[in-house]
């Protein structure tokens, strides 16, 4: 018994110590953990990055939001970049032409286009969450209990629309924006 404490409490013929073999063990580990934690914020930072600059094509620009919840389609004008959560996530802030209301952007954003309007449009709102939401889903989505507000008819929501456009794009808010088209302020540089 003598004789293997005497092993494992010190050095003998090359060999470590258990207490110094642990403290390599651990200042391994944590070094790992650290470049690993590192890479992940890397990672996270890069990431973001990348959708700013993506969202920043929607500034001052018409777009079209699907909403995952049985609603019209959303059709705003772009604002400007905010980050929220913890995470910094970016999202892009738009002034919605129909409510007449600043929203936070959580779901799939197009570039405004008629075609691409009326396409979507025409699409029932469960045929939307379906397509944009659903796709590892294989059950057929029916989300009709959830409605939050009667769906218009896609012929007469689409000319609310655009009739709020062209209302929108005689206002203080759209004239003024369009004095800062190409300026948009990311909170990094692109490569070029």
Known sequence: MAQM????????????SVKEHR?????????YLNKSLKATEERLEASNMIREYELSRFINKFVILVPN????????????????????????????IMKKENFISMGKVFMFSEQKFNGLNKLEPNERIALF???????????????????????????????????????????ESQKNIGKVELDFEPLN
């Open 69 to 96: 919840e049985m609603e019209n389609l959303r059709v705003g004008y772009g604002l400007k970049i905010q980050h929220i959560t913890k995470a910094n996530n970016p999202v892009l802030e738009y002034y919605d």
């Open 23 to 31: 403290e390599i063990i651990a200042n391994i580990k944590e070094d």
């Open 5 to 16: 404490s005497k092993l494992f409490g010190e050095k003998m013929f090359g060999f470590i």
């Open 133 to 175: 939401y659903a796709e590892h889903v294989q059950e057929e989505i029916n989300k009709n209990e959830t409605r939050k507000e009667e769906i218009e008819p896609y012929q007469s929501w689409a000319e609310k629309v655009f009739l709020e456009i062209e209302n929108f794009k005689k206002s203080d808010l759209y004239m």
